[in-house]
T-cell receptor, first 113, second 115 residues
Framework: RKEVEQDPGPFNVPEGATVAFNCTYSNSASQSFFWYRQDCRKEPKLLMSVYSSGNEDGRFTAQLNRASQYISLLIRDSKLSDSATYLCVVTPLTTDSWGKLQFGAGTQVVVTP | GAGVSQSPSNKVTEKGKDVELRCDPISGHTALYWYRQSLGQGLEFLIYFQGNSAPDKSGLPSDRFSAERTGGSVSTLTIQRTQQEDSAVYLC?????????????FGPGTRLLVL
């Protein structure tokens, strides 16, 4: 079983609509959670961290469910520019694992006019 | 300022040849990471350098893979006797401090194709 699993999609979303997707992780010791965005043939870039209480950044909302070991990302009022692959990232916060981010394979989102 | 740079951007090689991939991290960043991304797969951790400490090589898939970081700055990932399954995008990232996991800045990657 992969440590971080995501629905590969694609999620086809009409412009202006809302889309949400989850990511599950297997290591209950995971402490830090992030969403990265990766455009086609580009490097990943940090989108947002995911905090225990949930957090928003503009049209993006991230939530963490420790009991069920998943995180979610919701995009409201989707823009064409939101089309990308969204990578779920988790890591245990121990000194021997700092920086060893564990990436999911990504969820592709395609926003259509 | 300048971001993480990698070279070459693309590399085509024949099976059995050795290749060297280079990463120039952001100036002043003490932590440097190498990842591999195969088609349709997530990023796979390879190796991690932090300052002058011994690197964490736990992610290297075989002894054909090695990496070094000279002078705490530039890093080279070497793949010896390349195999077709080595074909992937090799990404380098750096961060100012290892505990700043939020601030890993990625380079554009080297796309390696082994024929």
């Amino acid at each position: 079983r992969k440590e971080v699993e995501q629905d590969p999609g694609p999620f086809n979303v009409p412009e202006g609509a809302t889309v949400a997707f989850n990511c599950t992780y297997s290591n209950s010791a995971s402490q830090s959670f992030f969403w990265y965005r990766q455009d086609c043939r580009k490097e990943p870039k940090l989108l947002m961290s995911v905090y225990s209480s949930g957090n928003e950044d503009g049209r993006f909302t991230a939530q963490l469910n420790r009991a069920s070991q998943y995180i979610s990302l919701l995009i409201r009022d989707s823009k064409l520019s939101d089309s990308a692959t969204y990578l779920c990232v988790v890591t245990p916060l121990t000194t021997d694992s700092w920086g060893k981010l564990q990436f999911g394979a990504g969820t592709q989102v395609v926003v259509t006019p | 300022g300048a971001g993480v740079s990698q070279s070459p951007s693309n590399k085509v090689t024949e099976k059995g040849k050795d290749v060297e991939l280079r990463c120039d991290p952001i100036s002043g960043h003490t932590a440097l990471y190498w990842y591999r991304q195969s088609l349709g797969q997530g990023l796979e951790f390879l190796i991690y350098f932090q300052g002058n400490s011994a690197p964490d090589k736990s992610g290297l898939p075989s002894d054909r893979f090695s990496a070094e970081r000279t002078g705490g700055s530039v890093s080279t990932l070497t793949i010896q006797r390349t195999q077709q399954e080595d074909s992937a995008v090799y990404l380098c990232a750096s961060s100012p401090r290892p505990e700043d996991q939020e601030t890993q800045y990625f380079g554009p990657g080297t796309r390696l194709l082994v024929l």
